[in-house]
T-cell receptor, first 112, second 118 residues
Framework: DQQVKQNSPSLSVQEGRISILNCDYTNSMFDYFLWYKKYPAEGPTFLISISSIKDKNEDGRFTVFLNKSAKHLSLHIVPSQPGDSAVYFCAASEGTGNQFYFGTGTSLTVIP | EPEVTQTPSHQVTQMGQEVILRCVPISNHLYFYWYRQILGQKVEFLVSFYNNEISEKSEIFDDQFSVERPDGSNFTLKIRSTKLEDSAMYFC????????????????FGEGSRLTVL
């Protein structure tokens, strides 16, 4: 049961341009969303979060947008840097739970 | 910077053997988790632990699995009789607070323990 979906397994972007990673979810009870970055042979690293009371959260080069009616969130990275090359996971949870549901990840490659 | 540490980084075991994966969460964190990622698949929730008891578990977390916090620092995952399909990367995570507390609900993951069942 894929409650969180990342339909693009990979994405390539030129250095300096914008990277847009997308995530869709099916459970309307999800109210907290996170993005994680994962390098090979390492654990996921928290990047940015957003709660359902907001539609945008910004932290430096990273901005997460939430469209609750479409059950869609996206992560924008601008400008993209080669060090951003990693697998990006979105994750979601319901308000009363501790369980996070992860997407399958999108592998981002930033080309110098 | 505080981090979650996991041991071993890689364990190879025979089918049917017991395995214990160890984790040291971040010291002031109250919630502890195990997730796993089978090669090429998504990260899957196994179990969360708070106040010395399981608070949530997934259907993956059957009777073969157990968790324990034997002392003030370690958090362990035991698989009693490993199966081939248990081969995966197991990630421990901890968080300061429940995910309802927006600003503090982030999970901090360890680097993972790769389990290979032969």
């Amino acid at each position: 049961d894929q409650q969180v979906k990342q339909n693009s397994p990979s994405l390539s972007v030129q250095e300096g341009r914008i990277s847009i990673l997308n995530c869709d979810y099916t459970n309307s009870m999800f109210d907290y969303f996170l993005w994680y970055k994962k390098y090979p042979a390492e654990g996921p690293t928290f990047l940015i979060s957003i709660s359902s009371i907001k539609d945008k959260n910004e932290d430096g080069r990273f901005t997460v947008f939430l469209n609750k009616s479409a059950k869609h969130l996206s992560l924008h990275i601008v400008p993209s840097q080669p060090g951003d090359s990693a697998v990006y996971f979105c994750a979601a949870s319901e308000g009363t739970g501790n369980q996070f549901y992860f997407g399958t990840g999108t592998s981002l490659t930033v080309i110098p | 910077e505080p981090e979650v540490t996991q041991t071993p980084s890689h364990q190879v075991t025979q089918m049917g053997q017991e395995v214990i994966l160890r984790c040291v969460p971040i010291s002031n964190h109250l919630y502890f988790y195990w997730y796993r990622q089978i090669l090429g698949q998504k990260v899957e929730f196994l179990v969360s632990f708070y106040n010395n008891e399981i608070s949530e578990k997934s259907e993956i977390f059957d009777d073969q699995f157990s968790v324990e916090r034997p002392d003030g620092s370690n958090f362990t995952l035991k698989i009693r009789s490993t199966k081939l399909e248990d081969s995966a990367m197991y990630f421990c995570a901890s968080s300061e607070a429940n995910s309802r507390l927006v600003s503090a609900g982030e999970l901090f993951f360890g680097e993972g323990s790769r389990l290979t069942v032969l």
